[in-house]
């Protein structure tokens, strides 16, 4: 009898283990199945702080910056600076689109002259981006001046999107920015402007950022809060119906232009929202804070996150847009713009010259500015393993490609030619095994060179050809 229960309770045990291990694992596997947030943002009044940046993060309080914290996006048209974007999913999930304010403070821009029109970028993965293009918006309103802080949402009693925006123009003898919102379905085009918010009297309203909340979740199925000197928080069953005012945070001391650029985002894992703000803090710089609640449409239950509870990353975060991302997504979003370093290629034979790209011409300089010019990412080769491909730091996007034997820096345009084209083996120095050079990956028998101080693709049959052809690969 001793022996049976012995055995008893020795399975008994074993399957006390087994239940508490799994118990034990499941959540961790879920934890570590969950696919993250993305968040684009530009970070300042800066020429590089008004392009596009990406942070992700997988609770959606701690953020790293993504591609060295260098930009991913920068616009080459209207006043060349962006800000303030917005990130737009399709409901199939087919389609993105980055809409953001044509303004480059310092560059060009003042706050007041601006641009009446948004930049666009448009994507069907979410990492190879269109040509960018310019979308009027405050060239549609009578007397309208500029167009800032552009947000989309998909409207499913309309079948199209609802985009809103802020503009300075004068109404009924009252000048100042109210939001205007129109419909598009590409956002090439819109449809006539209106007016959406416009608070009394003289009091403006700029940024304003919305988000659905799934049925069931509260009184009504979308939020949204808007930086009208309160910033009032409201609530509706329709997007383009009558919205009911739910309170403002003045309730937590959030009040005039302390806070910008709100953006919403849901826990995937849990029922709690992070309404992120466009904080001017006391020390008087502005970043990203988060405020949570487990209920948008009660104020009184937000609230606001100290230092601790979250980390921005090392790039500076303002005004942006967030959004959880699926599994496919997160892994290509990764992929494309790993934390690889910025660095130089050296040559062998005139080591005080870099090669350089300039006005998308590629050869080898001295004392190169901008810096930025000289600096390119060795990403994993556009086709074939092994093998290397060179964007350059300041163009995002931009590779070097050889064409007609000759390289120019030119965007990729996601087809197998240029892949190609841009692809290289990276091998022992020709001139010096301790140094690199760098063989076509669809002409083997030719090496990237320099001549008369250009960069070409030649074979290489004797001494002046292999030290031309030997490069350091450097900080």
Known sequence: ???????????????????????????????AADPGYLMVHFTGDSATGQMLYLAHSTDGMHWNDLNGGAPVLNSTIGTKGVRDPALVRSPDGSKYWIVATDLCIRCGSTYTNGSPNFVVWESTDLVNWSKPWLLSAAGLIPGGKNAWAPEAIWNPETNDYVLYWATNATVNGVFKYRIYAARTKDFRTITTPQIWIDPPGSTPVVDTQMTEVPSGAGAYRYVRVSGDGQNTVEGTNSILGTWTNLGNLASIGLTGN????PAWMKFRDRNEWALYIDYNNPQGVREYRPILTTDPFSVSSYRLQDAVSYDMGGTPKRHGA???????????????????????????????????????????????????????????????????????????????????????????????????????????GLADSSWSSFQSYNHP????????????LDPITNATGRSDATFRVTS
């Open 1 to 31: 009898m001793s022996v049976v229960l012995s055995r008893l309770a020795a399975i008994l045990v074993a399957v006390g283990l087994l239940l508490t291990s799994q118990t034990l694992a499941a959540p961790e596997r879920a934890a």
């Open 445 to 456: 028998d030719r090496y990237i060179r320099h001549y008369a101080y250009q960069l070409r």
């Open 322 to 428: 967030i959004t959880p991302l699926m599994a496919a997504e997160e892994s290509r979003v990764l992929a494309r713009w790993p934390n690889t370093p910025a660095q130089r290629l050296q040559s062998f034979n005139f080591q005080d010259r870099y090669v350089r790209h300039t006005n998308l011409d590629v050869r080898i300089d001295p004392d190169v500015s901008p810096a930025a010019d000289a600096q390119f990412r060795l990403r994993p080769g556009l086709t074939g393993t092994g093998t290397v491909s060179f964007e350059s730091v300041n163009m995002p996007g931009y590779f070097l490609r050889h064409f007609n034997y000759d390289f120019q820096l030119v965007r990729n345009d996601g087809s197998s030619q240029f892949a190609q084209d841009a692809t290289f083996r990276k091998t022992a």
């Open 258 to 261: 302390v806070v910008e650029g």
